[in-house]
């Protein structure tokens, strides 16, 4: 069965596949929106979450909602913050805790706690008004133990017909798209009970839930590979956490839609830069390759004497006019430039890849 080729929201048409920036905070950091746009990035993923926190869901609402606050014309996926909920627990020393109502979460400014359930995460995404929202779930590790897989996943159906139901209670005419997260860790049984336990709620799409790198050997196609079989073809579906040109180019090969990340900007950030081990443009080298990137590192000292750009088949503001020694320069003097021009530099590698990909699509729409 072809692919799907397009998702219909308010803000217009999504050409698939896609790669969403995650714009977790409403910026990408370091960027301007209007370079964004310059750069070809098309959609953006926010987080509810920490939106709901600083400045507030309400606040980003009185502003005329995620688009104005932003300044950003084109469509806005938001993530609910079940994965943002797992890591900063993981971070902190298992700071928060988890009940069938929603998760405990210590306030940003450290004083008293907040309740976090299914309801709130859509009303808070309602308030930003994007055009595609993910219901609330309960991320796992592959390596948690099988009693903390299965309650993840009963978990996540609850919350899923609890989103569902107050999306249809509240929203307007402009009602968003919906996604649901499909958990269970590496058991193929678990995931498939929760696909099950999905489908017959219904979604407008599904979306990859867990942390998409397993031990014995599996490996991200495996993990990921295994939830596309389970769901019927033809419905959108969003690889949560997976950014990195490789991964995207694996992902998209088992069946994914959608791809986000903080990995392409995160990494730019600290001087890692995409380069092609193939030509990006060439749809039969894309096609068969295993591997489509490598990192240059900037912020390398042998990297301070290169006279050449980063990539000289990219037509990205750094590697139209700056080589690689200026760039380590601004690394080297913490100068903010270096994150601009990286940040730009990685998201149009994804972008040219992502060109490609769609190209592809277009002579085998079915491939």
Excluded at 291 to 296: P, T
Aim: glycine share 10%.
């Amino acid at each position: 069965m072809p692919r799907i080729r397009v998702l219909d929201t308010h803000h217009g048409f999504i050409q698939l596949p896609a790669f969403l920036p995650d714009a977790t905070r409403g910026t990408i950091r370091s960027v301007p929106t209007h370079l964004l746009e310059q750069a070809g990035v098309e959609i953006l993923m926010a987080n509810a979450l920490h939106l709901s926190e600083r400045p507030g869901a309400e606040a980003v609402q009185a502003l005329g909602g995620i688009h104005r606050f932003m300044g950003w014309s084109g469509p806005v996926a938001t993530d609910s913050g079940g994965f943002q909920v797992w890591s900063m627990a993981r971070d902190r020393g298992g700071s928060g805790t988890v009940t069938n109502k929603g998760f405990v979460l210590p306030k940003t400014s450290g004083r008293g706690k907040r309740l976090f359930t299914p309801e709130r995460a859509i009303g808070h995404q309602l308030k930003l008004a994007p055009d595609i929202v993910f219901c609330l779930d309960q991320c796992t590790h592959p390596d948690d133990p099988p009693e903390v897989q299965a309650a993840s996943v009963q978990r996540t159906l609850r919350w899923a017909r609890r989103c569902r139901e107050v999306l249809d209670q509240r929203a307007s005419d402009r009602r968003p798209l919906l996604f649901a997260v499909v958990q269970g860790g590496a058991d193929p049984e678990l995931r498939r009970r929760c696909v099950d336990g999905l489908l017959e709620i219904g979604f407008d799409g599904y979306g990859f839930g867990g942390v998409p790198i397993a031990g014995d050997g599996r490996s991200l196609v495996d993990e990921i590979g295994l939830v596309a079989e389970l769901l019927p073809p033809g419905v959108p579906l969003h690889a949560l956490g997976v950014g990195r040109p490789d991964s995207v180019l694996a992902a998209w090969r088992a069946g994914w839609r959608t791809f986000d990340s903080v990995a392409p900007t995160r990494e730019a950030r600290r001087g890692l830069l995409y380069t092609p081990t193939v030509a990006l443009e060439d749809r039969a080298a894309v096609a068969g390759a295993e591997r489509v990137s490598r990192y240059l590192d900037a912020t390398d000292e042998a990297a301070w004497r290169q006279t050449e750009p980063v990539d000289p088949t990219c037509g990205c503001p750094l590697c139209r006019r700056y080589s690689r020694g200026y760039l380590a320069h601004l690394f080297r003097i913490e100068d903010p430039a270096a994150s601009v021009l990286a940040t730009l530099h990685n998201l149009a590698f994804l972008g040219r890849l992502i060109t490609t990909l769609r190209a592809i699509e277009d002579v085998d729409g079915s491939c």
